[in-house]
């Protein structure tokens, strides 16, 4: 049984969709850990491996399994930025409530890294908490303007947060709003998104 979670664990890592489905095929437990704690599941959405992802998911893998350092593979996806693997994790019924190490939903680090095509598909898939707030006490809109670099793909997310009704006066633990932030770091566009009128 070790070996064949072994395979199982190697085979999702690689995107190995062939391994994955032997592995399993053979007995290999879809909950497998490897020496982090991190599942199958787990492994192939931090490669991005859709087609293994897909046979886990259909042999009930749990998207919320996390590891030593709280990631799942549903996080992860907020990470990435990979909307092909957000679709292959819906259908699995992950909890959008569940939160990372730093307190936060997928969300909050997809619109820190600027990852549009991700938030814009989260935001129209699911019914995430747009206005979450993690551990560091700031929400998706305040990542995308305090870690984003204000060009064209935080403009972008900005827009779509705003757009799904996140609260633009929300300020972070020192008082301070995304607006506040966007015009001390001389973002003059985001600025301008967060001064206009709904």
Do not use: C
């Amino acid at each position: 049984m070790k070996a064949l979670d072994g395979r199982l664990l190697d085979a999702a890592r690689t995107g190995d969709t062939e391994g994955v489905r032997a592995a399993l095929g053979g007995g290999a437990r879809v909950e497998a850990r490897d020496e982090e704690r991190r599942t199958p599941l787990l492994l192939a959405a931090l490669g991005d491996h859709v087609g293994a992802a897909r046979l886990l998911v259909e042999a009930g893998a749990d998207p919320d399994a996390q590891d030593r350092r709280d990631d799942s593979a549903w996080l992860v996806t907020g990470v990435t930025g990979s909307v092909e693997m957000l679709r292959v994790l819906l259908p699995a019924g992950p909890d959008l409530t569940l939160r990372n190490r730093f307190g936060g939903i997928s969300v909050i680090p997809a619109a820190e890294r600027g990852h549009v095509a991700y938030v814009r598909e989260v935001l129209r898939a699911t019914d995430i908490d747009v206005d979450h707030v993690n551990a560091l006490g700031w929400t998706a809109l305040l990542e995308a303007v305090i870690l984003g670099d204000g060009g064209r793909a935080h403009q972008e997310v900005v827009e779509l947060l705003l757009a799904a009704g996140a609260a633009r006066e929300l300020p972070d633990r020192d008082g301070v709003t995304a607006l506040e932030h966007a015009e001390r770091r001389g973002f003059a566009e985001i600025a301008a998104l967060l001064r206009a009128k709904r």
